[in-house]
């Protein structure tokens, strides 16, 4: 007769309640990582290798903090460019899963969008970034041009101003002149898909 099959005990993680094998793809990887370490080093020898060579760097700062050197000079001079690689690795921001978040480039692009044949509405992105609030700056090219502008969420999440009409080469112009932060080298139309300099 057949053995009767015994029911598999999954490692569930306190911190972000999955099983301990989808931790890394869980919103909280980082702070599940000592956990991890601990009660499944198994699952994640990269992090056990990880965590023995952060223990060895700050045992070797600490030495070094304290006057002893593990060896020469050379060892010494050695150790200060990591340390200002860990620094940078810290600035880098990290979403879910480990994928690095990019920051994004300081520009503005204009883009002409043609809508039942001849009406044309010009997007302006990335403002904000030059830290303009939007609501007041579709307010004033409003008045400006004499349309109807206002602020809404274009496809990637991320804040536009829509303004009626085809105002894309006066818009340039109006940028630079009413909000100085904004460089003229920053503009950029995206004329056939392609992104050209306002410059």
């Known amino acids: 007769m057949a ?15 999955l099983p301990a094998e989808y931790c890394e793809f869980g919103p909280e990887f980082e702070k599940c990582k000592p956990w991890l370490i601990k009660n499944a080093p198994e699952l994640y020898p990269l992090l056990l290798k ?12 600490q030495l070094q903090s304290a006057g002893i050197s593990s060896s020469s000079d050379g060892a010494a001079s ?10 940078k690795q810290e ?11 990019k920051k994004e480039k300081q520009e503005v692009v204009i883009e002409k969008v043609v809508r039942n044949r001849r009406k044309c509405i010009t997007i302006v992105k990335g403002l904000d970034l030059f830290g303009i609030k939007l609501s007041d700056a579709s307010k004033k090219l409003g008045k400006k041009f004499a349309t109807g502008a206002s602020v809404v969420k274009g496809p990637t999440e991320k804040e536009q101003i829509d ?3 085809d105002i894309s080469y006066d818009i340039v112009e109006y940028i630079t002149e009413t909000w100085p932060a ?15 300099s306002a410059a």
């Open 50 to 61: 990880e965590a023995n060579e952060k223990e060895a760097e700050k045992a070797s700062e």
């Open 3 to 17: 053995e009767k099959p015994q029911p598999v005990k999954v490692l569930y993680c306190p911190i972000c309640s």
């Open 78 to 87: 050695s150790a200060q460019p990591g340390n200002a690689l860990s620094s």
């Open 91 to 101: 600035e880098v921001k990290r979403l879910p899963g480990g994928k690095v978040k």
């Open 182 to 196: 904004v460089p003229e080298t920053a503009i950029f139309f995206i004329e056939d898909g392609k992104k050209v």
């Open 163 to 165: 303004v009626q009409g």
